[in-house]
Nanobody
């Protein structure tokens, strides 16, 4: 059974940083892309960032580009999201996802989803 377990969420002041982690278990994801989405209260889930298997493709949403950095450790089946210069509008539940490639990830066509971790940024 495939499981994606997010961790690292919490409460932080505006301008602060958080690092999210997502560990995948149940199978290996060779040649798959991994990524992050978020959903704020009353809004639809939106794409945040993705990373290809080799790490050579890392698309970001415009709203986080330059502030967030995605990375992965294939030996650990884990993807990370380093979030800097956080803003109140970054407040959301953040979801980890796995997709066949970064194009499908950006399009929201993920094969597996995590349960989410709450990130709250206070002003």
């Amino acid at each position: 059974q495939v499981q994606l377990a997010e961790s690292g969420g919490g409460l932080v002041q505006a301008g602060g940083s958080l690092r999210l982690s997502c560990a995948a278990s149940g199978r290996t994801f060779n040649n798959y892309a991994m990524g992050w989405f978020r959903q704020a209260p009353g809004k639809e889930r939106e794409f945040v960032a993705a990373i290809s298997w080799l790490g050579d493709r890392t698309p970001y949403a415009d709203s986080v580009s330059g502030r967030f950095t995605i990375s992965r450790d294939n030996a650990k089946n884990t993807v990370y999201l380093q979030m800097n210069s956080l803003k109140p509008e970054d407040t959301a539940v953040y979801y980890c996802a796995v997709a066949s490639d970064t194009a499908n990830m950006v399009g929201g066509r993920a094969s597996y989803w995590g349960q989410g971790t709450q990130v709250t940024v206070s002003s």
